[in-house]
């Protein structure tokens, strides 16, 4: 052997060692019997993950959930911070502008600031708005002014959530 | 990296066929030249042709058994050298084998055509195959076949045994004992290129596909394998 193509050659004999051709028959037979067995010998379990597997390479919805969750997670992740960080971008600018109508009437300002301050009712007297409730002989005074508040509907709560309170 | 590295001075030519040892087919096997030929002009990048299963395949996938049991003796012959060249064993060849067709038969809904069917099976087998032979490890015992006495009438091994006193006096199965155990010797790797192409005469391109390497890969791998053997074989040397 003088070179690598003898090498090919001699290896390439091996082709030669075959089995008898009755050989491929007999395989085909055992083959199917083989089959014949495993199908009685399955258990429930291997069938269940057989029948699971094929199933999931079949429909074409199941290959779709893992993408379409990881981009809804993606998504309301990405709306979440995109609302949380124009919340935190908006409050200075509101606070400027307070500070700036602050120093330049400074009257008015103090008004406003009574007008924003929120006045909660004592958890035992009665709900502003709601007619009808038994008021606290405890605390009268504090329940006569908050039922007062409340039928005036002002200084108490935002607008908005007083013509609602109306409504009820 | 030295594999890769030398696969680009070891490059024959950018064929995938011109290296093909082309007197290893047998005439007879009318059968192993049609799915070489289809697999060098799959490989050459020419126009695919539609995959010869592809109707048994169908049939198959449709509950017609005999569809699937053609196909088994399609191709039993020749994934049967691939794996019993790798092993050295007809016992644990014929026990891989049925294991291979058992999961390619649970696995043909899987298979969506991207390969041939041809490729596919043998991907299996392959695969399968090294498997096994990283459980068995080192319970080498060889069982082999009987040589097809055709060999006294092959131009190759004519020429070797005028060539060779070695080899002449050797005697068949003495030669066969000696070139099995020079295939045992090499890594499962090695051993799967120099069947694929050398003994089964497929081109670098289709078992660069089938081993999911590179054909470079596939070409530094059959340079190492050929020294070895050249090693190991030494003795049977013109002297």
Redesign the interface.
Known sequence: ??S?D???????????????KEY?DR??A???E??RM?ICNISARQLLL?RVT?WF??CTLAKCTIPVAVMSVITLTAGWFFVSSSHSVRTPEIAMDQTQQSSQDPENSADRAQDFELQLPQISSRIPGIPGQPSNPTSSQASNQASNQASNGTKILPTGIRLGLREL | MEEEHLALTVMRGPDSGAGL?QS?L?PKDSVESDLLQAAEEESAGSLRKPDPDAHLVKRSLEGDTHAF?EL??KY??RL??LV??MTSN?EDT?DV??EV??KA??SL??FRGKSSFYTWIYSIATNMTLNFLKKRNRRRTMS?????L??EH?R??I??TAK?DP?REAGLSE??LR??EA?QKLSDNHRAV?TMF???AMPHAEIAKILKVSEGTVRSRL?YA??Q??AW??D???P
């Not at chain 1, 003898?6 to 008898?20: M, N, T, W």
């Not at chain 2, 082999?144 to 097809?148: A, G, Q, V, Y």
């Open positions: 052997m003088d690598s003898d090498i090919e050659r001699l290896v390439r004999l091996k082709r030669y060692e075959s089995p008898d491929f395989f085909k055992e083959f199917r083989r089959q495993g057989e094929v390479s079949q | 040892p290893s047998c049991d088994v003796e039993t012959p049967y050298g019993y060249h007809r014929n084998l049925q067709f058992a038969y649970r809904r899987r082999l076949d009987d040589i097809d055709a060999i092959d190759d091994f020429e070797i060779s080899v030669l066969q070139l099995n295939m120099v050398d003994i089964q340079f050929h020294q053997l050249q074989l030494g049977l040397r013109t």
